[in-house]
């Protein structure tokens, strides 16, 4: 099953599904009034007894620096005439590949360089500096290779500030969408409805959704559904397994699937409340390790840490 956005008018009517399906909203968009300094809070959180303390606490700033952006600059587009115009086709209304951007994503980073600038060391100081040099091309350059996985061509220090940049973007476009979301036969669950980018990782949730798992988005935030006993990203149902660190109650383990060779974080909220998909999926950096000397490739990608190529 795929799930599709749609106007809000009455002209495209869900297909009749299990009464128990429709209980279950297939999409989840993100509160952007707290995403930010939440994200920021629990990774400062997670950093305190970490190995990786360095890493997670420079990510808290890029989670803050978000939030200033945020409010410094808000969006305003017409976004029910984008979805109109997309709702007849198989493409996600941000799409990745098809969404011509606006400059706003580079005003965007300019204000998280500059919210940066003075909290940093002198090497990641210079980072920002020559980022802030770049022309408006070599910017749309690196955000299109990004956004095609060609992580080589952007690098890895200045990779994690274009994206934070990116997400930012369309996460303020997928919060103006006044569309809802629907369950409908087709493929490739494993993207996201609203962008077609891919997750960071999953969350069993707590609350009216309790016990439902989501992937999250790695780029505009939102969640959309997914059953917990089919895998992620090829969608079998058989060969999955989980693995931890810890004991069977971890908060965060990986669910690997024997037939596509893949593992993604699932989070439980029901073990830690507090959990996060991007802070908790990065704190633990040790799971992806163990995953690997198993075999198995991580299906996702982190803001805060792209793969060298």
């Not at 990745?96 to 400059?103: E, L, N, S």
């Not at 036969?185 to 960071?200: A, D, K, L, N």
Request: glycine share 4%; aromatic share 6%; charged share 20%.
């Amino acid at each position: 099953m795929s799930i599709r956005i749609v106007p809000n008018h009455g002209a495209y009517a869900p297909q009749t599904r299990m009464s128990a399906a429709h209980s279950i909203p297939p999409l989840l968009f993100a509160n952007l009034k707290s995403l930010y300094a939440r994200r920021a809070e629990r990774l400062r959180h997670l950093a305190e007894e970490s190995p990786l303390q360095d890493l997670l606490a420079f990510a808290a700033l890029i989670a803050d620096a978000q939030q200033h952006a945020l409010h410094d600059h808000p969006l305003t587009m017409d976004m029910a005439a984008l979805l109109a115009r997309t709702a007849e086709t198989t493409l996600p209304p941000l799409d990745i590949h098809t969404f011509v951007r606006d400059p706003h994503w580079r005003t965007l980073l300019q204000a998280i360089i500059a919210e940066l600038r003075p909290q940093v060391d002198p090497h990641l100081r210079a980072v920002l500096e020559n980022l802030e040099k770049c022309s408006e091309n070599q910017l749309e350059n690196f955000a299109d290779a990004l956004l095609t996985r060609e992580f080589t061509d952007v690098g890895s220090e200045t990779a994690p500030l274009i994206w934070a940049a990116l997400s930012l973007y369309w996460a303020q476009m997928a919060a103006l969408i006044p569309g809802k979301a629907q369950v409908e036969h087709g493929e490739h669950r494993q993207f996201c409805p609203t962008c077609g980018s891919i997750p960071v990782s999953s969350l069993v949730h707590l609350g009216s959704v309790s016990g439902m798992r989501y992937l999250h988005c790695n780029l505009c935030e939102c969640e959309w559904h997914v059953m917990q006993a089919k895998c992620s990203n090829c969608e079998h149902t058989h060969g999955l397994n989980y693995w931890s660190l810890d004991d069977v109650s971890s908060p965060v383990k990986a669910e690997s699937c024997d037939d596509c060779g893949t593992y993604l974080k699932i989070l439980f909220q029901e073990h830690d409340p507090n959990v996060e998909p991007v802070a908790d999926d990065l704190a633990t950096l040790v799971l992806d390790a163990k995953m690997e000397d198993e075999g198995f490739a991580r299906s996702s990608i982190n803001p805060f840490l792209f793969p060298d190529g």
